[in-house]
């Protein structure tokens, strides 16, 4: 896939997480890797129409940026994960009702549900998080995606990440499964949390294999 | 039934789960009795819009061989118990609905709230005991729970719907998701103690007021 053809599937991506609500407002970000850049969506994204000429394409290496749009703030976050996680390839800030939720109350989720074991991991950790995240923040969420798909950013969401965009959102919509799950397991007298042995046995299982079943299983 | 037409049925209740909301991307599975020893069932990790009949199992009800190079689901054993159950059972879908699921991590028995559902799925639905996804175990722990109803709860996992035929157990599925938030929301306003009617948001504030960390 070229330049273009990479920066008209963020727009295509951008367009259904929106419309699926996994993403919203103007503090949309997405991105994806490209060759040693990533393609990542412009500051205020999700105030009009998403135009592939509107995204950016940021040096992993040196942090530079060529044209007149600016990247979204959180490109230096995005570029520490695509550098520190070398399977990562796509990125999702989701933003859906529950998993909003979730980081405002400041809990680490542990998964009540098989799926979310399989495909977030051993639990959803809270990471420090402001809209411009700097050492701390980034330090954070990288402590926070170890042996993990998906991280919860403290008052904002989460970053989901995949080894595509499809499994990004894949992830995103699990932990805001997971979110629901932990939060209204509260009025029924709390959720029952999956065993750390079994959890751990299943995202082996799930990463290892049913992940790549639907290419292989034909 | 037809194996051709029972594969059919189950592609297009794929479809039909996929647009209620009731199944996502390639998790749960659905199948259909063909006979006394068989059934037909969905392939093992592939998305539901992907499929055509052609990528339908058939798997023996006795020893759950099957005679195919497409993996068959790994519940399989799940669906073979709960046909083993009963011969009036046509359908079986396996579902990770959300409030269904929700309810099953809770590991709470939720009763009928009216009529049709009394009518529909049973006085009850019960919690099979957690079990490892794939395992016997978990097989014949839902059908246990599933004996005597239309509907299982599986703990921390999703639920089982069972129907004459595709068609019952589908709106079997469609209720018993209704009924569990119908569940949730009634525990909630208990606990906080509104009268009024339910609100997503005000719950949400309510549990951050409440569950937070300070």
């Known amino acids: ?218 | 039934m037809d194996i051709q037409q029972a594969k059919k049925t189950v592609c297009e209740a794929g479809i039909k789960l996929l647009k209620e909301g009731l199944v996502a991307r390639t998790w749960g599975n659905i199948s259909v009795r063909v006979d006394d020893d068989s059934f037909v069932i969905t392939p093992s990790g592939r998305n539901y819009e992907d499929l055509t009949p052609d990528d339908i199992v058939l798997v023996k009800i006795g020893d759950l061989s099957y005679d195919s190079h497409i993996k068959p689901s790994s519940e399989k054993g799940l669906h073979a118990e709960v046909y083993k159950l009963d011969r009036g059972i046509g359908a079986v879908v396996h579902t990770h609905q959300m409030n269904a699921s929700t309810v099953a991590a809770a590991r709470k028995e939720v009763p009928a709230i009216d009529d049709e559902m009394a009518r529909l799925v049973g006085s009850s639905v019960r919690v099979a005991p957690y079990a490892l996804p794939g395992t016997g175990k978990l097989a014949r722990g839902t059908a246990a729970a599933l004996q005597g109803r239309k509907a299982a709860l599986m703990a921390n996992h999703g639920a089982v719907c069972a129907g004459a035929d595709m068609n019952e157990a589908f709106m079997v599925s469609k209720k018993l998701e209704e009924m569990c938030a119908a569940y949730i929301e009634k525990q909630y306003m208990e606990e906080a103690g509104e009268s009024g009617t339910f609100d997503v948001k005000r719950m949400h504030e309510y549990y951050l007021k409440k569950y937070a960390k300070r």
């Open chain 1, 1 to 218: 896939m070229n330049l273009e053809e990479t920066k008209k599937q963020v727009c295509r991506w951008m367009e259904k997480l929106t419309e699926e609500g996994v993403i919203q407002g103007t503090g949309c970000v997405i991105s994806c890797r490209f060759s040693d850049c990533m393609i990542i969506t412009p500051e205020n994204a999700g105030s009009g129409k998403c135009r592939p000429d509107d995204m950016v394409a940021v040096s992993l290496d040196d942090l530079s940026w060529g044209g007149k749009t600016k990247p979204s703030p959180e490109y230096i976050l995005h570029a520490a994960v695509y550098r520190k996680k070398k399977k990562m390839n796509a990125l999702v800030h989701a933003t859906q009702l529950n998993i909003m939720t979730a980081s405002k109350a400041g809990h680490e989720v542990r998964p009540m549900l098989d799926d979310m074991a399989q495909i977030v991991g051993a639990s959803a950790k809270v990471a420090a998080f402001t809209v411009n995240p700097g050492k701390k923040e980034i330090r954070s969420v990288l402590r926070g995606l170890r042996r993990r798909s998906g991280v919860l950013l403290a008052g904002h969401g989460a970053l989901c990440g995949g080894s595509s965009f499809d499994e990004a959102h894949a992830v995103a919509q699990v932990m805001e499964k997971g979110c629901k799950c932990f939060i209204e397991s509260a009025f029924l007298g709390g959720g029952v949390i999956i065993n750390a042995v079994e959890r751990n046995l299943m995202r082996f299982v799930y990463v290892l294999k049913y992940s790549k079943a639907a290419e292989t299983n034909k």
